[in-house]
């Protein structure tokens, strides 16, 4: 079982950056592929962007790519994601998550596809 806490949210203005961070709690941390997910008000949740339990494969959404970079560091329980360039429509809460593959370069793209969530973190771009 792993705990994710996500950090680095914030306001912004159009063209700025942030740096989102993930601790993960547990031993196991480099069994997991990580990803980011957002949801801005009366929206879906959305992929954003997924990274394999040894970092070695990643997928973007269209709408980030570009501009936005997941990265990850096993030693420390962490994943991350870079955001820069960013844009109004970029406003949402973002979530990190979870999902335990065998797999090493899964990158799932679905939320199902993960079993365990942070409670997420408000990022806010201002025009």
């Known amino acids: 079982q792993v705990q994710l806490v996500e950090s680095g949210g914030g306001l912004v203005q159009a063209g700025g950056s942030l740096r989102l961070s993930c601790a993960a709690s547990?031993?196991?941390?480099?069994?997991?592929?990580m990803g980011w997910f957002r949801q801005a008000p009366d929206k879906e949740r959305e992929f954003v962007v997924a990274i394999s339990r040894n970092g070695g494969s990643t997928a973007y959404a269209d709408s980030v790519k570009g501009r936005f970079t997941i990265s990850r560091d096993n030693a420390n329980n962490m994943a991350y994601l870079q955001m820069n360039s960013l844009k109004p429509e970029d406003t949402a809460v973002y979530y990190c998550?979870?999902?335990?593959?065998?797999?090493?370069?899964?990158?799932?793209?679905?939320?199902?596809?993960?079993?365990?969530w942070g409670q997420g973190t408000q990022v806010t771009v201002s025009s």
């Open positions: 547990g031993r196991t941390f480099s069994s997991y592929a």
């Open positions: 998550a979870a999902g335990q593959y065998y797999d090493r370069l899964s990158v799932p793209a679905a939320a199902t596809g993960y079993g365990y």
